[in-house]
């Protein structure tokens, strides 16, 4: 190992003891082939997780250039951004045309690129689809220094994202086409609210190293003004890679004039943007001796080993990858049910999950069957619980130790057992652990148990109010984001009309939940759940649906405007005023003003308050007592007409200011 490489671990070693986990750090720089298996089992046999990083650290210093580099990688794919940027200006020099592991393209140079980038990595079953991945490739590489799209598409499940990470492991490639990096956004189906998340995201993670945080933007557009100058001053000719992009509206966002790969379902996203536009079909089914392939490397056996099952089980499965692999998983662990399983494709014995639709829904629901079925008794009823999660989220592990009242190791131990069957998919980032469904597996789950989600959706109800009780997640916590987007999704879907009503009409919860989020979502839900929320009477919900739109553009500024003060604002007759004066009330030190004049008002809505952000001093009276004049710590001086008279009595009650 270079002298300097050696220091720059050593330099850091501390910090790398203190904070690394060094079993998924392993299995990457075993995948790379610098770390022996007889070396993971010295590790191992350590008792805590600090000697286990320091006997880690010394292998390393023990080896090569190599071992070096698979570490800083395997440290940026775990999400240990931190500590891998202590190690970045230590990483030995390579020229383009060495540092090969394989014949495959993939040079340290295209790893290192890769996981900066988020590209996902192969999975543990791989087949190469070679005519497939060329034909992306050559798209890619008819975009030339142009800005435009590239759009893999195809049926869900058919490899469209594993196919597009193979396209990126080619060094020639990337070092002609782009030199400045690609960028992966696993994207999903979104609302607003759900893709200003994604695009604050995307900015915070090309604005990492940067002198100067700046504030997440506030709104789409913001965000797209953001990526658009990001991309061309500090990421030029580098490329942008959608995964799993539902709707055309969404893809207005990251229309910026640069470099951008998709994979959809719908080959008709791209119509509502404009540049150049290359496709790529991918089609649906495997050739016949690819889906032996996948069977043969899960069962680990040579093709003309497999037995006479194997033939008709890939007819069966219809070429779909994801139904080979579900299938492929249950025989690595049971290798000598061929025929059991392959009975169970050939009677049909599970219903389709829906009787018309694009997509070939059969032998999945056949595969997804037997899975599930395969599972001990116990962790059929865990999988069940998660016939209630949204589609296309990726859930905190922390989510489900509420709903099962466990730690999150059991927990972790619990989900790694449906990852392990292909029944579930991990994210692992850094430290934390997020979980979700392919959205077909959620879609038989949720048929599957049709006659138990309301009782499945009051449960998770249930379990989160015992954990919270009267309070709310704060966003330091990291189910925060899972609940303020979710809680009501799971009150409706239970018919749980009081408590969601007690919500979605609280201020306390508009609050928080505008302040994380901003109003849209909130407004979108108010609609969404309207039937349940207008059960006794339509009033209320408008009160506070009307109370979001007109404030909109207030909530989303910063600092963060009184709440209480902006519902004293609506008429006397709402519940969003019934429910601020109320709150006013019981406030102790804090100034609020009431407006008496407000039915002389035509506008009502351009009616705003705007009080003093710190301690006021002085207040005093006109003569006429009509207006009041305040000053303060925060060196305003304001005023208030008519009125005056009555206001000094309210003042006089609660005391908030010296006289």
């Not at 330099?11 to 998924?24: F, P, V």
């Not at 299995?27 to 286990?52: A, C, F, G, P, Y």
């Not at 991945?133 to 598409?153: E, N, R």
């Not at 609050?511 to 006794?536: F, M």
Request: proline share 3%; hydrophobic share 35%; aromatic share 10%.
């Amino acid at each position: 190992m270079d002298v300097k490489s050696r220091n720059y671990l050593l330099m850091n070693r501390q910090a790398l003891e203190k904070d690394i986990k060094t079993s998924y750090i392993m299995d990457h720089m075993i995948s790379d082939e610098v770390l022996t298996l007889q070396e993971e089992e010295r590790v191992k046999q350590q008792n805590t997780q600090k000697e286990r990083a320091a006997m880690l650290i010394n292998i390393i210093l023990t080896k090569d250039n190599n071992s070096y580099r698979s570490f800083y990688n395997a440290l940026l794919h775990e999400g240990y951004r931190d500590l891998a940027a202590l190690l970045q200006d230590g990483i030995p020099a390579i020229s383009s045309g060495n540092g090969k592991s394989s014949m495959d393209g993939m040079t340290s140079y295209v790893k290192t690129v890769l996981c900066e980038g988020g590209v996902p990595q192969r999975p543990v079953v791989f087949v190469t689809r070679p005519k497939l991945v060329d034909a992306i490739k050559q798209k890619l590489c008819c975009l030339g220094s142009d800005p435009g799209w590239v759009t893999v598409y195809g049926m869900a499940g058919c490899g469209k994202t594993v196919l597009t990470a193979e396209a990126l492991r080619d060094h020639q490639l990337l070092e002609d086409y782009f030199p400045g990096g690609v960028h992966w956004i696993s994207v999903g189906k979104q609302d607003k609210a759900g893709l200003l998340i994604k695009l604050q995201n995307l900015c915070s993670r090309l604005e990492h190293d940067s002198t100067l945080s700046q504030r997440p933007p506030l709104n789409i557009e913001e965000a797209k003004d953001r990526l658009r100058l990001l991309m061309l001053r500090k990421y030029p000719r580098s490329l942008l890679i959608l995964d799993d992009i539902w709707d055309s509206w969404v893809l207005k966002a990251f229309d910026n004039q640069c470099q951008v790969l998709i994979t959809s379902r719908d080959r008709s996203v791209t119509d509502a943007v404009a540049g150049n536009k290359y496709e790529v079909h991918v089609e649906s089914g495997l050739a016949h001796e690819k889906g032996l392939e996948i069977l043969s490397l899960f069962v680990n056996m040579k093709i003309s080993e497999l037995p006479e099952q194997a033939n008709c089980l890939v007819r069966e499965c219809k070429g779909s990858p994801l139904v080979i692999s579900l299938i492929g998983a249950l025989l690595r662990d049971f290798p000598s049910r061929w025929e059991y399983y392959l009975k169970q494709l050939q009677n049909k014995q599970f219903k389709r999950i829906r009787k018309s639709s694009s997509y070939d829904y059969e032998a999945l629901d056949e595969a997804m069957s037997i899975s599930v079925e395969q599972l001990n008794d116990n962790y059929k009823d865990y999988y069940k619980d998660l016939s209630v999660l949204p589609k296309d989220v990726k859930v905190p592990t922390k989510v489900l130790c509420i709903l099962w009242d466990m730690e999150t190791e059991e927990v972790e131990d619990i989900l790694q057992e449906f990852v392990n069957k292909s029944l579930l998919f991990c994210d692992r980032n850094g430290k934390s652990f997020h979980y979700y469904l392919h959205d077909l597996q959620l879609d038989f789950l949720t048929e599957k148990n049709r006659n138990q989600l309301q009782e499945l959706h009051k449960n998770i109800v249930n379990q989160y109010k015992k954990y919270y009780k009267l309070n709310t997640p704060v966003p330091s916590q990291e189910d925060c984001m899972y609940w303020y987007n979710f809680l009501a999704y799971h009150m409706a879907g239970a018919n749980m009309q009081k408590e969601l009503r007690d919500l979605m009409f609280s201020l306390d919860w508009i609050k928080a939940k505008t302040e994380l989020v901003g109003p849209a979502h909130l407004i979108h839900e108010y609609v969404e759940y309207s039937s349940i929320l207008d059960q006794k009477d339509s009033t209320v919900r408008e009160n506070f649906q009307e109370f979001l739109s007109l404030n909109g553009h207030l909530l989303g500024r910063q600092p963060f405007p009184d709440i209480i003060q902006l519902g004293l604002c609506q008429p006397e007759t709402s519940e969003v005023y019934q429910q601020a004066k109320l709150y006013a009330q019981r406030e102790t030190g804090t100034f609020y003003l009431e407006w008496l004049n407000k039915k002389s008002l035509k506008n009502l809505y351009r009616l705003v308050v705007r009080p003093h952000k710190d301690a006021v001093y002085h207040a005093c009276f006109s003569k006429d007592r009509q207006r009041i004049a305040s000053c303060g710590a925060d060196k305003t001086l304001q005023s208030a007409w008519r009125g005056a008279s009555q206001l000094s009595r309210k003042l006089a009650i609660s005391q908030p200011v010296t006289w």
